[in-house]
């Protein structure tokens, strides 16, 4: 029998698994239509939605959650308590993009938006669907969705960073499109070029962490022993 702190999880994880399900329809419909260059204009906004409220959403779960659980930051536990510095580092990068996304549009217009949202997508899509099965099933996931989740985050997540940086750094030369945010257009710019310098360093440190957790920590005791 679940406790409404399993149901809540189990209606939440299967919304964002819907929401990116959708995402990945209209890529895949859209993109034969319309090509790189207008792709953004039939997916951009709704993207950017899901995005948005995914990242709330995973935010919220942790504030009101998962900070007041104890555990380990691991894939083993039924309900898995997130690592706070890859929570905040990686939703604060994703609501980056968001903003920049709707601050200078015409960034989306090039082939790393749909590889973005292709590898963005499929990654979240499994992932949430994983965390359904491991509510569901008591943490009994079958070994296929295991692989599944670990294959798609050890391939998707570099074409996910580096599109990401792709389309910062083309924002750089590009004016604000947003009548209101131009005034502080020189300021933005200065952040975005500081938050690129040390864009890949943080990717690889926590990109090298997760890989570790996912494929050489085979036990909650054997993490906790390696965090000693």
């Given at each position: ?70 555990g380990t930051p691991t894939i083993y536990n039924a309900l898995p308590k997130p690592y706070?510095?890859n929570l905040l580092l990686t939703n604060s990068t994703r609501l980056l993009l968001a ?63 580096s599109s990401i940086f792709y389309i910062l750094f083309q924002s750089l030369p590009v ?54």
């Open positions: 029998m679940m406790n409404t702190t399993q149901k809540y999880f189990l209606l939440t994880d299967t919304a964002a698994t819907l929401f990116w399900t959708y995402v990945l329809a209209r890529l895949v419909i859209l993109y034969p239509l319309t090509g790189a260059r207008f792709l953004p204009g039939g997916l951009a906004d709704f993207y950017l939605s899901v995005l948005v409220g995914t990242c709330a959403l995973e935010l919220f779960n942790y504030a009101s959650i998962f900070r007041h659980v104890r706070w510095v903003f920049v996304i709707y601050n200078y549009p015409k960034v989306a217009r090039t082939n790393a938006f749909p590889l973005l949202v292709a590898s963005q997508s499929i990654k979240e899509l499994f992932r949430w669907y994983y965390n359904i099965e491991k509510v569901r099933l008591y943490n009994n996931v079958s070994k296929t969705a295991v692989a599944i989740r670990k294959i798609t985050f050890l391939i998707a997540t570099p074409l996910e960073a004016e604000s499109y947003q009548d209101a945010l131009l005034p502080y257009d020189t300021r933005i710019k200065t952040l975005l070029k500081a938050i690129l310098l040390g864009y890949f360093p943080a990717f690889y440190a926590l990109y090298k962490r997760s890989i570790y957790k996912y494929f050489f920590v085979h036990s909650r005791e054997t993490y906790q022993k390696k965090q000693k």
